[in-house]
């Protein structure tokens, strides 16, 4: 599983994970839409729109939003995501029902935009208090890919130094003070959330817990 291959290896997982987090969001009321996500100053609606931003863009719009918001990627990506926000969160929900078979992409790796779709997916359901039981294999092969690259994200400079070893499937990282647990919870951490942290053992989680910024 790579992204160096065919659109059918990597974006029918983009679809179902995108799926069901649809099906999961389809029963929550307007109250819970507001629930505070795993994203610091974003609600669990902020973030599917943000998912749905992008699932929009192709590289041309997302060029040109860049130099629209003169290089501050982080303006552009709260432009994109007011773009998808909708009027409440049936309009959200829906607008986000709308891509979940895209295969428009900015400029990024097709499993950076997997990474998207289970990471943010979770930074939505826990609070939530809402469960997927993700395909081992497929969080095998996000896990490898955050391991080895700080594209979008800083997770292979976050592990550095230290030995990541899944409880729950054959994925294992590096050399180092042991970081074990499952694979979700090794990746939520790679990628810098910090309520998975208590889900890990090993002499190597003080030295990770200080790469991890705490949200506030």
């Known amino acids: 599983m790579t992204d160096s291959g065919t659109k059918t290896e990597v974006w029918p997982l983009i679809h179902t994970e995108r799926a069901a987090l649809a099906d999961d969001l389809a029963e929550l009321t307007e109250e819970r839409w507001e629930t505070a996500s795993l994203c610091a100053g974003l609600t669990v609606r902020e973030v599917l729109a943000h998912l749905t931003a992008g699932a929009s863009l192709t590289p041309s719009r997302w060029m040109a939003g860049v130099i629209r918001c003169r290089w501050d990627f982080d303006k552009q990506v709260a432009m994109r995501l007011a773009e998808q926000l909708g009027d409440d969160g049936a309009e959200t929900l ?27 997916g979770e930074d939505i359901r826990r609070p939530l208090g809402l469960r997927r039981d993700h395909p081992i294999p497929v969080l095998t092969a996000l896990a490898g890919y955050y391991g080895s690259s700080d594209m979008v994200v800083t997770a292979k400079g976050r592990i550095g ?9 054959p994925f294992t990282a590096g050399s180092g003070p042991l970081v074990s647990g499952t694979t979700l919870a090794l990746i939520m951490a790679m990628t810098g959330r910090t309520a998975y942290l208590a889900e890990l053992d090993g002499d190597g989680v003080p030295t990770l817990r200080e790469r991890v910024p705490a949200q506030t």
Not at 103 to 114: D, E, G, I, V
Not at 162 to 169: E, K, N
């Open 94 to 120: 829906e607008r986000f029902r709308r891509v979940v078979t895209s295969t428009t992409k900015p400029p990024l790796p097709k499993m950076a935009m997997l990474g998207e779709a289970i990471v943010h």
């Open 161 to 169: 130094g230290l030995r990541l070893q899944a409880t729950d499937g």
